[in-house]
């Protein structure tokens, strides 16, 4: 079944992008990212101009991420105060992002540059992803204990002043790393059309030392605000954003994501961040190799704006 | 009495003929749509040009028929990838700013057979006498990667459907469109050639536009790109919240 995408302006079938949407939601419940690193690509993969790919992104992230916020605010797992401070930057580096967005696509680099920084972004949190998981892996079947948590250390950011007081969190920080972190994943979340999530945990637990029990909701908070900020900016500034191919995917993904969620309560921690690590590193491996080859063709056109 | 009125009528019918014969057109043509309309499910569409001559058409005759149709122009720029440490990024690019974005030809011969270059050229028939003048990059590659990819698309097609003839002086050609077709007005030209010139010719016009939700949404977040940009928000977490509820596992 063929359906228009009237922002995109051609039509693509729907049944697809139902598909894909399921697939990426699937993941992303067994994972629990939010799975817009992954989404994207697909989309310029089947043929969605990047920009409308990376807008449209966003927009099904922040959908894809609400029932998940709903869920952790009823179980009081949201840092708010730690939430708004990320928020802060991520506002800030999406406005950003988005700006950069824009200059890119009147340059004509658009594509190059979110496949570059896909596998810059991904390359690197995938191959720390697979290297952090498998030497837990082999410290349990060496000790047979749980991996040693570096909570409550004390390096340099500890030093940073504009100290403030995340009772939810129980940390007393500088504000200024959370903003920082919130300043990079709003830039990355613009320009890639992903949330974040999947940077987003990692840098709260080990940049931050967030307890793993706030750190999904919380980004979760980031994810959806973040998003929704990007989705406004892509729809005032580039429009971009197409509402039906949004919509379809969401139809699939949030089917996708309880059947995942199910699932992932079945695998242990570890072996779940290493898959998540190997998908990681796959994708990012697949656009560098499209980016490496040698093109079929040399000439590419497309509308002069 | 019946056969008496016939007969009248006929009569009266006669001198008209007769005086008509001069001024009959050697050409008549219309299309089977004026409007092609982009709906949620649109996936291309095609339109029929169809008409009559008043000699036979055919190389016995030497009449041909030309069908031309032209969409809205379309600014386009054609990038060059270049190898830049290893990777391929857009290199330099040229812009064309008047090309139109549809085009297509269709002819009962190729019009280089029948028409002289002065005539191909100032009537724009035939891919290679488009102007295809370039801003920036001024490499032929770009012209023939224009040419090659914009025909690959199907959004500029040459002899790609034939004008077929029947019974000597009916004549129909099919007129397709992709799915990635602009919307606006479209123009298409019929001419009768004979002895390498154009004898008669016949303007039809047409309209491509988005109907239904599709023609609403490109609207509004054309018009009202921050109340869209809203909306989009609001539909999508709608739609998570939605989802939440309906897929609940207990």
């Given at each position: 079944m063929q359906v228009y995408l009237p922002i995109a302006e051609m039509s693509v079938d729907a049944l697809l992008l139902l598909g894909i949407g399921f697939g990426v939601g699937w993941l992303s419940g067994l994972f629990g990212v939010g799975g817009g690193f992954l989404l994207t690509p697909l989309l310029i993969l089947i043929g969605i101009p990047s920009p409308v790919a990376v807008a449209s992104g966003a927009n099904q992230t922040l959908g894809a991420s609400v029932s998940g916020l709903i869920a952790q605010w009823r179980r009081d797992n949201v840092d708010v105060r730690m939430g708004v401070v990320l928020l802060a930057g991520g506002f800030l580096g999406s406005a950003l992002g988005v700006q950069l967005f824009a200059a890119l696509r009147r340059a004509g680099q658009v594509d190059i540059a979110v496949s570059f920084f896909y596998v810059v972004v991904l390359g690197t949190v995938g191959l720390l992803m697979v290297r952090e998981s498998v030497r837990a892996i082999i410290r349990r079947r060496r000790t047979g204990g749980a991996a040693p948590s570096r909570l409550g250390e004390h390096t340099w950011l500890h030093g940073l002043p504009f100290k403030m007081r995340f009772r939810k969190s129980r940390l007393y920080i500088s504000v200024v790393p959370p903003l920082l972190v919130g300043f990079g994943i709003g830039v990355l979340s613009a320009v890639?059309?992903?949330?974040?999530g999947f940077m987003l945990v990692p840098a709260m637990i080990y940049?931050?030392?967030?307890?793993?029990?706030?750190v999904i909701g919380t980004s979760l908070f980031q994810v959806v605000f973040v998003a929704a900020n990007v989705t406004l900016l892509q729809a005032w500034q580039?429009?971009?954003?197409?509402i039906v191919l949004t919509m379809l995917l969401l139809a699939g993904g949030v089917a996708g994501a309880q059947f995942g969620a199910a699932m992932g309560t079945k695998l242990r921690g570890e072996e779940t961040r290493a898959l998540l690590g190997l998908l990681v590193l796959g994708v990012a491996i697949g656009l560098a190799w499209d980016l490496i080859r040698a093109p079929e063709n040399l000439f590419a056109i497309g509308p002069a704006r | 009495m019946r056969w008496l009125a016939l007969l009248v009528a006929l009569l009266a019918a006669l001198p008209a003929r007769a005086q008509q014969t001069p001024s009959t057109p050697l050409l008549t043509a219309d299309l089977s749509t004026d409007r092609v309309e982009i709906t949620t499910g649109f996936t291309g569409s095609s339109v029929i040009v169809f008409g009559a001559t008043e000699n036979l058409i055919g190389p016995e005759t030497g009449e041909d028929v030309v069908v031309l149709a032209w969409g809205p122009s379309q600014p386009t720029v054609v990038r060059r990838k270049v190898n830049v440490l290893g990777f391929w990024v857009n290199g330099p690019a040229a812009t064309f700013p008047e090309i139109p974005g549809f085009y297509a030809i269709a002819a009962t011969r190729p019009v280089w057979q029948v028409l002289p270059e002065e005539v191909r050229r100032s009537g724009r028939l035939g891919l290679d006498a488009l102007p295809l003048r370039a801003v920036g990059a001024q490499a032929p590659a770009f012209r023939a990667a224009l040419l090659d990819l914009k025909q690959r698309d199907g959004r500029w097609q040459e002899y790609a459907a034939p004008v077929t003839v029947a019974g000597g002086r009916l004549f129909s050609a099919r007129v397709s469109f992709p799915d990635t077709v602009q919307t606006g007005d479209y123009r298409i030209e019929v001419l009768l050639v004979r002895e390498q010139r154009i004898v008669a010719r016949q303007e039809l016009f047409l309209r491509v536009d988005r109907v239904g939700s599709a023609a609403t949404i490109a609207y509004v977040a054309r018009t009202a790109p921050l109340l869209y940009g809203v909306a989009c928000i609001v539909l999508a977490a709608l739609a998570g919240w939605l989802g939440s509820i309906l897929f609940r596992r207990n």
């Open positions: 890639m059309g992903v949330g974040g940049l931050l030392g967030m307890p793993t029990s706030v580039v429009g971009t954003v197409d | -």
